[in-house]
């Protein structure tokens, strides 16, 4: 990298300053005394852990198995203990230790200066793209939502890109040292996710880069360089291998690498390979919803909801002044207050994207996708080729199942790609690469020197720009700014003029036929509010129709302010009629006005609450729970159907061993087991089997209450017999009506380890003696050899030892663990004792610490240099 003096580091002193005091203003709300971020995933996150946590608390030793959520599963996606990476050390640096939020878009800003540092922008440009980048409105909500690892993984993702630019730009140890570190540091963060979007990323550089090599005939350096970034990655990799080859080894096994499908037209059932294209693709971007990275409001923003000691916040909300409001006040005249109640339940059905819903849009600013356009004609084509081939190519992946021809291939044949899900995550590509080319393109302008020429490109995208805000106000203009489903609603009426007896019934096949649309679902509500009015129910979709357009009309109007001041700055700087530094700072001002007005709507003082009530406003300890609580014997479960979908709830997970949980990467054995026994049913067959000895339903006042269920077997028990099947289907089928006390369900596979080698004996006993995270013990006595069977979840590293010696475990019943005992008295233990991550445990020590040493000795000799040529010049 290059030398600078002392008096040189000045301008990154005070670029740390700006991303410093910005951060704390933005944040300002954090500063209270005993206040804590909100943080709706994290908050599931707490559900989730809460066990494991308090087990660490107990013993000073982290659990690699959780068992109070999907009658158990790995931890390995909740919370274990990783072996310690030196590296860490580094992020800590990078992050000056600031508590969150205030890490999360320092280490942005830091990250995103790295990058243009090493491609030699000059700080001030460097200082005003880091910003853009780190205040992306993204970046608010998900950490709103609490995905933390996302926000990290995100932050360090410009740093790598930097650090790779490095080496093809011939700057070898650097490039080198700096690649593996934050290689090291963007899969410490444990979202594969973002990590395989910058991989994408540097793919498509690479090629690029190679593309210029060739054709200059550079081929010795073009070898060099590919090989030193492979090598330097591979290092970062093994930084984290206890991470990375345990999490993959455990998606195998997860509903990620595969689930039962039973769908099949043969008859015949069959897994899956990784996730299905309906699930991953559910939330997936518009096409023309892309149009909200430069006017936010262009299907309705979407919905953020906070509150904080009783006070609520709503964006956006329709007021008492919104065509809603004054459609219920001077038509069907209703107070202005009670109309402007109405008006705000309305407020929630404002999005009228292609998504379920979402909590805001992605916005990365009218000012810099202004710049960004420019960057097209103006900057140098080495860059803007691969900028623009990664941002295209990630905007169509991120339109999923709307451009599904296209992404359906990719989902089928780009490795990994079928893993991951929410294809609207990778939408964090244009968010870098955009702010990557404003920084470009205002270096540009400030660099060249032929006037005409600049002029000349510059008009070419102005063109371009107008062309942009031209199909916006086209859409504008002729969109009807609906989410309906009209035949769902041509049938919906045919049912309200029927007037059935059932209308619960009704309901429940018209849901079947036809999907329901947020302007169906309001439509719907008001007719059944207003006793089947169409005229008031459909004034009142008309109404937020207008008000959706009012919306986007604003924001075309914002935007356009926005460019224009911008431009304005530069036709001042071209014209010579202001300096860099008024050019800078005013771009800089009007970019950042643009992105925090827009920011506050996410995250403000609504997002905070007071740490000490955090625990009870969470997770309140309902009746139910202190009543069940009081069971003194605590290895049982519990399944909560009060809490709406038992298997998206982490807050009985709190309290109790929960039969369900929230995880998006649950066990696929389980998955299938939700899916075709316990969703929408009850198949009580199926929950004695996993003991659960505790359903809470709502109670006669519709608190919930706890019911005891009589029928659940305990830890372990054995059975008489055995149904035998053959394949995974067979076995589902089966449960749908069995007794699990007295019958287990077996495949094929295992009968030569079965037949013949046990006879039911009434008096046999089995009883569990310890329990624990990662290990399980039971004493048995019998006169013959049994089968015994668990309600432990069967995972392939839970091994059996009986009297000491180890003994196969058996899958039973699709999900449970089960063990042929011999006669006599014995001792059973199952320990989980995963392989990879044991295997994988030192290596990734010895690996971080062989880049913090590099990394050191790099900086060190840095140090050196700047001395020495700041005593030359002396």
């Known amino acids: 990298m290059k030398h600078f003096s002392w008096k040189s580091i000045y301008p990154h002193l005070l670029a740390i300053g700006i991303f410093l005091l910005i951060t704390i203003i933005y944040c300002k709300p954090a500063l209270e005394s005993g206040v804590t971020l909100v943080q709706s995933d994290i908050t599931s996150v707490n559900g989730m852990a809460h066990q494991l946590n308090e087990h660490k608390k107990a013993t000073g030793e982290s659990p690699l198995w959780a068992t109070n959520m999907f009658s158990g599963m790995p931890a390995f996606q909740i919370v274990y203990p990783l072996p310690f990476n030196p590296v860490s050390y580094i992020g800590v640096v990078l992050q000056l230790g600031l508590p969150k939020p205030f890490n999360f878009f320092f280490l942005a800003c830091i990250c995103f200066y790295i990058l243009c540092m090493c491609i030699r922008l000059r700080p001030i440009v460097g200082i005003i793209a880091a910003l853009a980048f780190a205040y992306c409105t993204y970046n608010p909500i998900i950490i709103g939502a609490g995905h933390d690892t996302k926000m990290l993984a995100m932050a360090y993702m410009p740093a790598l890109l930097g650090s790779v630019i490095l080496i093809y730009n011939k700057k070898y140890i650097s490039g080198f040292i700096l690649t593996a570190v934050f290689t090291c540091l963007e899969l410490m963060q444990n979202h594969q996710q973002i990590s395989y979007y910058i991989v994408i990323v540097i793919g498509i550089m690479t090629v690029s880069y190679m593309v210029q090599w060739i054709k200059a005939k550079e081929f010795k350096p073009m070898v060099i360089a590919v090989a030193l970034a492979l ?25 990620r690498g595969g689930v039962l499908d039973m769908s099949a037209k043969n008859g015949k059932a069959a897994k899956t390979e990784g996730l299905t294209e309906e699930y991953a693709f559910q939330w997936s971007y518009g096409r023309m919803e892309t149009f909200s990275l430069m006017f936010p409001g262009v299907q309705g923003y979407g919905l953020h909801y906070a509150q904080r000691d009783g006070d609520q916040y709503l964006f956006p909300k329709l007021d008492e002044n919104s065509k809603t409001a004054r459609y219920f006040q001077e038509k069907l005249n209703v107070g202005e207050d009670q109309a402007a109640n109405i008006a705000t339940q309305v407020s929630q059905s404002l999005y009228w994207g292609p998504q379920p819903f979402t909590n805001g849009p992605v916005y990365l600013g009218a000012v810099v996708c202004f710049l960004f356009i420019l960057s097209l004609f103006i900057v140098d ?17 991120s339109w999923g199942a709307n451009f599904a021809g296209f992404n359906n291939f990719l989902f089928k044949h780009l490795p990994f790609y079928n893993k991951f899900r929410v294809p609207t995550i990778i939408l964090v590509v244009p968010q870098l690469l955009f702010a990557l080319s404003a920084a470009l393109a205002l270096e540009t302008i400030i660099t060249t020197q032929n006037t005409a020429a600049l002029w000349k490109q510059l008009k070419k995208g102005l063109i371009a720009t107008g062309a942009v805000f031209a199909v916006v106000v086209a859409f504008y203009v002729t969109s009807d700014f609906s989410k309906e489903n009209t035949q769902r609603t041509a049938a919906f009426n045919n ?3 029927g007037n059935p007896a059932d209308m619960q019934n009704a309901m429940r096949d018209l849901n079947a036929k036809f999907k329901p649309e947020t302007d169906n679902q309001l439509y719907e509500n008001f007719m059944f509010n207003t006793k089947g009015d169409q005229e008031i129910s459909k004034g009142v979709l008309h109404a937020l129709r207008q008000d959706r357009a009012s919306l986007l009309g604003k924001d075309i109007l914002v935007a356009l302010v926005y460019v224009l001041l911008a431009f304005a700055f530069i036709y001042g700087f071209v014209e010579r009629k202001i300096n860099a530094t008024v050019l800078l700072a005013g771009v800089g001002i009007v970019l950042m006005i643009d992105l925090l007005v827009m920011d506050s709507k996410y995250l403000n003082d609504k997002s905070y609450t007071v740490k000490e009530h955090y625990e009870e406003e969470n997770f309140p300890m309902s009746a139910a729970d202190k009543a069940i609580l009081q069971d003194k014997d605590p290895n049982y479960r519990v399944y909560n159907m009060v809490k709406g979908d038992p298997f998206q709830d982490a807050n009985t997970s709190y309290f109790h061993k929960s039969i369900g949980g929230y995880h998006p990467a649950k066990l696929g054995i389980y998955d299938d087991l939700i899916t075709y026994q316990l969703s929408g049913k009850m198949n009580l067959p199926v929950l004695n089997m996993l003991n659960t000895k505790y359903i809470i339903q709502p109670g006669a006042d519709n ?56 006879t039911a004996d009434s008096a046999a006993v089995i009883r569990q003696t310890k329990f624990d995270n990662d290990a399980v013990s039971y004493e048995c006595n019998s006169a013959a050899p049994q089968l015994a069977v668990f309600s432990e979840i069967y995972y392939k590293d839970w091994y059996a030892y009986i009297d000491g010696k180890q003994a196969d475990v058996l899958k039973a019943n699709y999900v449970l663990r089960a063990l042929v005992v011999p006669a006599g008295k014995h001792t059973i233990e199952f320990k989980f004792e995963p392989k990879v991550y044991k295997q994988t445990y ?31 010049t002396k």
């Open 495 to 497: 049912i309200i003029k």
């Open 381 to 397: 084509k080495k860059y803007t080729y691969w900028i623009v081939a990664a941002s295209l190519l990630t905007i169509i992946m």
């Open 231 to 255: 090598v330097a990655g591979i290092i970062g990799v093994l930084g984290n291998s206890t991470n990375l080859f345990t999490v993959a080894d455990f998606a195998k096994e997860s509903k």
């Open 703 to 758: 608190n919930p209450t706890p019911t005891q269920n009589p029928g659940a077997l305990g830890n372990a028990w054995f059975v008489k017999g055995v149904h035998w099947v053959n394949g995974p289907a067979e076995e589902m089928t089966a449960l749908d009506n069995f007794d699990p006390k007295d019958t287990a369900v077996l495949d094929n596979k295992y009968k030569s380890l079965i037949d013949g080698k046990f």
């Open 842 to 872: 030192v290596l990734s020590t010895i690996a971080g610490w062989l880049m913090l040493l590099a990394f050191l000795g790099w900086l060190g000799k840095e140090i050196i240099a700047i001395t020495k040529t700041e005593q030359a």
